[in-house]
């Protein structure tokens, strides 16, 4: 039987380079740059899943970091990352403005 794919918008607001560089090689593995800060990913629940422990990890890395540096610490406090289902329903209503909005665009990884 065949996992479900879904579709989930990660978008994620990081204020310095190198932790934001170090999150997009992470979520660029799991699917395609939509905008500067948001991806479009097609999951499956263990993809879903395996992203999620990837992004915990991410945020004790950078909690490490951040602990040994205060003007990053600052500068990071407001951080977050996002991971939002859109589902058929949301999808079909979606507008976009300027690049379309393609949802077949992302390559599915099981």
Same mark, same amino acid.
């Given at each position: 039987?065949?996992? @479900?794919?879904n579709?989930?918008?990660?978008?994620?607001?990081?204020?310095?380079t #190198?932790?934001?560089?170090?999150?997009? /090689?992470i979520? !660029?593995?799991?699917?395609?740059?939509? =905008?500067?800060?948001? +991806?479009?990913? =097609?999951?499956? #629940?263990? $993809?879903?899943? @395996?992203?999620? !422990? #990837?992004? =915990?990890d991410?945020?004790?890395? /950078? $909690?490490?970091?951040?602990? /040994?540096?205060?003007?990053?610490?600052?500068?990071? #406090? +407001?951080?977050?990352?996002?991971?939002?289902?859109?589902? /058929? =329903?949301? $999808?079909?209503?979606?507008?976009?403005?300027? $690049?379309?909005?393609?949802?077949? @665009?992302?390559?599915?990884?099981?």
């Amino acid at each position: 039987m065949a996992l @479900e794919v879904n579709t989930y918008f990660v978008f994620y607001d990081i204020a310095a380079t #190198k932790l934001r560089n170090k999150l997009v /090689k992470i979520v !660029g593995g799991y699917g395609n740059r939509f =905008q500067y800060s948001v +991806f479009i990913c =097609q999951l499956t #629940k263990p $993809r879903k899943e @395996e992203l999620e !422990g #990837k992004i =915990q990890d991410y945020f004790v890395w /950078k $909690r490490d970091l951040e602990a /040994k540096n205060d003007k990053l610490a600052l500068e990071s #406090k +407001f951080d977050s990352v996002c991971i939002l289902l859109a589902c /058929k =329903q949301c $999808r079909a209503g979606a507008v976009s403005f300027g $690049r379309p909005l393609n949802f077949d @665009e992302t390559t599915v990884v099981v």
